[in-house]
């Protein structure tokens, strides 16, 4: 008889379990989720907050392509001018994001893309990412917020804006300002 209690015990604990294992599974798969949604975002809208609202799609590809870098290698881009994102070009720049899988990637690692809006002629090294060197970018200085003192890590959106406008194509944009990196196609 006490057998018998027990395993009615330990069923109907077991049965009282389950809905809260299937709770906490379904609030862990939607914050995974929503954090996803939000460093997405996140890049997306800073990006897409420095630049103008009639850049090109090829602007916006090597922006979405930054992004999309940037979220596998799970780092935000800060923006220092806390410019807020049209929402025509963020709908834009969203739609190429998922529908291009390509990110760049240094010895087969996605990696931090740090960008800003222009340079004061040539972007900066980083000692501690051994893949940003120094990239001329001349045509900065002829932007309108050009500031002699303004040191750029990675990429200029102002060049990347200037290099499409010349015909060069988002993938030859980003090559310009990162060589070391690799452009791959990511299925993730």
Not at 23 to 42: D, F, H, R, Y
Not at 78 to 88: F, G, L, N, R, S
Not at 139 to 149: E, G, H, L, P, S
Request: charged share 20%; net charge negative.
């Amino acid at each position: 008889m006490k057998m018998k209690i027990t395993l009615i015990v330990l069923f109907f604990l077991c049965m009282a379990a389950v809905p809260m294992l299937i709770i906490n599974k379904k609030a862990v798969k939607q914050e995974q989720i929503g954090k996803t949604i939000m460093t997405e975002s996140g890049n997306l809208a800073a990006l897409a907050g420095m630049c103008a609202e009639d850049v090109s799609d090829e602007v916006l590809k090597a922006l979405a392509i930054i992004a999309k870098t940037n979220d596998a290698a799970g780092w935000t881009i800060v923006d220092k001018t806390d410019a807020k994102a049209d929402e025509v070009t963020l709908k834009r720049m969203q739609t190429i994001y998922h529908s291009n899988n390509e990110i760049l990637t240094y010895r087969n690692q996605p990696v931090a893309v740090p960008c800003s809006l222009c340079s004061n002629g040539f972007t900066a090294e980083n000692k501690d990412k051994e893949y940003l060197i120094a990239a001329a970018s001349p045509w900065d200085c002829f932007c309108k917020a050009y500031d002699n003192n303004n040191c750029c890590e990675g990429v200029s959106i102002n060049g990347v804006c200037h290099l499409c406008n010349r015909g060069l194509n988002a993938e030859e944009a980003l090559e310009w300002y990162l060589p070391k990196l690799v452009i791959v196609n990511d299925e993730n």
